[in-house]
């Protein structure tokens, strides 16, 4: 999910390429020295205020910002009168240094006041232009510390549903509190973080955090999860760029035809750039696929299986990176954020990214299991709908991903502009999968963060070719499998059993099948046995079996050891590795089939199940012979598997890991995820489809009628396919959401604010009809849900004396305050001996049952008000019920 959002995130080049930085923690400890303690504008010369000046230009490039120019949400905010002159020039280097300043502490809030101190006063009006523009977008102030959570203000600016709790959601939630939004949060899951998942794997009490979804940061010293990182004292893991690749038959690739065939791939990749420019427009319809397949056959880049084999790995990467087939992406526009990417390391969080999502979560009110069915918008709000239950606001956000909106799971009322729904349709949304393996330890070595795998058939170039280790982030030894390309789909059609034995045959061992076609008797030596060498995969050849011709009676004693065909008493012995040849080194171990029921035994120490085939691991000497007399000399240090008659198929298996001399053992716990398949995603992330480019995730990103607002990896275009782009959007939208809050506030006409807390007459009126009373107390819930944990509101009913001056007598009015509780919260008050007074003490000794106005219910109370209103009301009695929310 991950980023690639990650589902998994790749760089759009070779994950073995070393990366550059422009921006790292070294540089923010050099410009301390020139920040200090001291006023920027006191005590410093010339020469310090170039450097510094240098320095923060150089990181604000790295965070997006250009060196001479604004960005455009800069000139539309109007920061400066007058562009491309003295005023600009001086803002941007206010700007950079408000920048560099928070990022120097992104635990503390940076105030005005704080940047006084080292701005001089003649650039007040941009300091203040400059710091309302970075505060306002989420480029400082922003993440989960606790100096910035603290901060949030009352709820005046208005109310906002938001549709979603991944990233996106998560940092538009955050950002509008901290604006002074009332915000709500639906999510269909029972969780949040949406493509963004950690599980917890592992037996007898040894786990391991495992990301099925978004795993890699890219760029992590400029990206803003690495950001949320540095606030929560999480360390990160820099992935090495060390990733040995190994051929179909367990053997290293060749470092050097590696450095050939990789040169060989960046140069197609540079025809592809100069045939786009050449073609101009028109290359939008033609695939980056078709183009590189083009320029293979025209340059005859491969001379032979293993270059093939390996510029499919190559192209296989650049399918994982695009979470897509190459056949669908646009020559044109594939690579288009290119100019975008995040200098810096790819990290892996130690622990998982839940805890970037656990920490986003606090404070938020997020209702789980609410697949919202559809979504009304006008002048007056916004209403949703999830099963029996409507939300109201002034505006919404919708973060769900691009498939689901390409699904048309959400009916939008009215139907979304014809230019979104053309630009959803053009988008590509791509699958990722992964295979996620615990092992009882780390045998694939502690050096390695990856590993990758060529594939015989070009079809299947994606299944499994590249492997993550996690082992220094999880807790555990984690080794993670990735698909990706054509091979995507079938993957999530195959019975996970199927899968993992996959996977464990790559790292095991990949069959290489001789048959024997006849045996030869000939006691001298002179003769020999002749056999052809079958190309099949194992699986394949199972089935291949009936139509072989049958020989005789044969034992093969294990490599290195001799080697004997007996049949009637008949010997003849050879030298096993001078008659495997080169083949020889790479050989694991021997296994040998029997026609007669199918079952393959093979060296080790567990029972696995292939196909319908028991493969039965056996380190006995375990000889069989029936028939063969006291001729046969079988050596008594070879481990001898079996001996058949009739036909005889000698398996060799070649391990990855053979060479080292180490075993690999079953895994702890599998886990094979499905993205494709979820109705709440529908795939992984997003890529520039043939057809589309970038302006469509622009248009994505439009707001519709200043209500509905859209966020999600696949509405930046900056950062689309990437766990900080989703962030980044959610930051971006809270700006939106801001801005048009604002603009509705200066046009009276416009001005209708709908707050998601329900009016008082609302309330009273669905107390009328309690379904729960007794004294002074009233209760009502939502009909749909009758869980004993569900909740509802309680209303308390008191007397109170207030003097009434204009008739000068005392009145006695009654005091009514309310609370939220669950059913069997109430049932318990029920059953409290003695009357109301008994009953008000026993509220008290429960301090999560707090009492309060019809306005301080909160965003849960309020929610439920709606959400009971509704049921009451019928609202949506064709969808299925749906369970009371919970707030987090």
Known sequence: MESSVSVGIATKRSLRKVRTRNYNEDMMDEL????????RKKNKT????????????????????????????????????????????????????????????????LSKAEIRETVSSEYENLLVAAY??????????????????????????????????GLAGLAAAKQLLSFGFKVIVLEGRNRPGGRVYTQKMGLNGKFAAVDLGGSIITGCHANPLGVLARQLSIPLHNVRDKCPLYKPDGAPVDKEIDAKVESIFNKLLERATEFRKIMGGSANDISLGLALETFQKLYGVTQNIEERQLLDWHLANLEYANAGCLSDLSVEHWDQDDPYE???????????????????????????????????????????????????????????PLGVLKNRTITFQPELPKRKLDAIERLGFGLLNKVAMVFPQVFWGEDLDTFGCLNKETRRRGEFFLFYSYHTVSGGPVLIALVAGETTLAFEATDPAILIHRVLSILRGTPYTTTFTQCVSDPEGSGGVFYEVLTKSFERDLESFERLQRGGWFVYAGVGAEWACVRAGMCTTGDGISWLGDLACCVDEVVITRLANVTVMMCGETTITCINSSVSFNNEFTPLIEDANDDAKIPIDAKIIDLFPDLIIVAIFFRIFSPKGVDVPDPVQTLCTKWGSDPLCYGSYSHVRVGSSGDDYNMLAE??????????????????????????????????ILHATKSRQTDPAKCIQRSMVPSGDLLAGLFKKPDLAFGKFSFIFDSSNEESESMGIMRVTCESSVNNCEQEEKKRLPLVLYGVLSRKQARELQLVDGGDEVKLSHLFRHPELKLTGSGGLGSLGNSLTLTIASSRKGWGRHRSNASQPKAV
């Not at 969080?349 to 656990?358: E, Q, S, T």
Request: charged content about 25%; aromatic content about 8%; glycine content about 10%.
């Open 342 to 400: 995040m200098d810096g390391d790819h990290c892996l969080l130690a622990g998982g990214n839940w805890r970037l999502i656990k920490a986003m979560c606090e404070d938020i009110p997020i209702f789980y299991g609410k697949t919202v069915d559809a979504i009304k918008y006008g002048n007056e709000g916004v209403e949703v709908a999830s099963g029996d239950q409507l939300f109201q606001a002034d505006m919404i956000l919708c973060t769900v």
């Open 703 to 736: 707001s519709v009628g200043g209500r509905l607002f859209f966020a999600g990896e696949a509405t930046n275009r900056q950062h689309p396919a990437t766990m900080h782009g989703a962030f980044l959007s959610g930051l971006r939208e809270a700006s939106c």
């Open 132 to 165: 309302d523009f970075l505060l306002s977008n989420g480029y400082i102030n922003f993440g989960v510390s606790q100096a910035i959570t603290s901060r949030v203000p009352d709820a005046t600016k208005g109310s906002v549903i938001i549709v979603g709790a």
């Open 32 to 39: 301390e020295k020139h920040l200090g303690s001291s006023p």
């Open 46 to 109: 010339m020469k310090d205020m170039e450097k510094e000046t240098k320095t923060e230009a150089v990181i604000a490039l790295s965070l997006g910002f250009p060196i001479d120019e604004l960005l455009e949400e800069e000139i539309e905010a109007g920061v400066v009168s007058e562009l491309d002159g003295k005023e600009q020039n001086d803002y941007i280097v206010v700007r950079n240094h408000i920048l560099v300043k928070w990022r120097d502490n992104v635990h503390t809030w």
